[in-house]
């Protein structure tokens, strides 16, 4: 492992390069979480990080497959909060990836669409899952994975629905990406104690919120109306106005 590189930075130098206690880099692996979690069983540290060259099954939502070859960025992130919940997580590690990738662009243009797509220009550019492993009702760890299209291809089956980064910057690098994410995803561990989403949090998500507005089909038959604090999906129905907590966006 230790003759990997990334975009010409040696493997064994990204732990420090990024301020976290550890961080393996694989040729090849099956799904960063998977491994996460086995090193979450080890006793790893929170702030232990996983990169995946190409992932043989990534996993999305849902037992959904996530196309992961040569060229994207597949990470993983250990976390140890005392408390949370994954709807609230999954929405930081969303902001985070598209401040990332704002920065990158130098203007506004990642919105996030619930519950954890990253999108550019109504293509999903980034996955974000959140796995947690729970004794009895205390949490061990979290895993949290986060797939973006930087340089790798895309199969032309998505290619309406689905971007790659460099399209919109064709000289960008996965160093680019992860040094500006890694240290955000790190500092959720001292966030992570926090059960719900800050007023600004909650500003934040709304000022990217892609569904705010739209007709839904599903998970309920109404308009997004945005989150609550804890992460749920506000929907409309006319008559009252109910928050979901998990399911599958299908637009009207």
Known sequence: MARLALDGVAAGDLALRWGVPQCGLFRQLG???????????????????????????????????????????????????????????????????ADAVDALLGRPEARLKWPNDVLLAERKLAGILCEGRWQGEALQWLAVGVGVNVCNSIPGAVARRAVALAEWLPAVRRIDLLDRLVPAL???????????????????????????????????????????????????????????????????
């Open 31 to 97: 799904s960063t979480l998977d491994a996460l979690h086995d090193l979450g069983a080890q006793g790893a540290v929170a702030g232990t990080a996983v990169i995946a060259e190409e992932q043989t099954a990534g996993r999305g939502r849902d037992g959904r497959t996530w196309h992961s070859p040569a060229g994207g960025v597949w990470l993983g992130v250990l976390l140890r909060p005392g408390r949370v919940e994954l709807g609230v997580m999954s929405v930081r590690v969303g902001l985070a990836v």
């Open 186 to 252: 790190v500092r959720l561990t001292q966030a992570a104690g926090a059960a719900a989403l800050s007023e600004r949090e909650c500003a934040a998500f709304a000022a990217r919120d892609w569904l705010l507005g739209r007709q839904l089909r599903a998970p309920a038959a109404g308009r997004a109306r945005g989150l609550r604090p804890d992460g749920a999906l506000l929907v409309d129905l006319g008559a009252a106005t109910i928050a979901v907590r998990e399911g599958h966006v299908e637009l009207a």
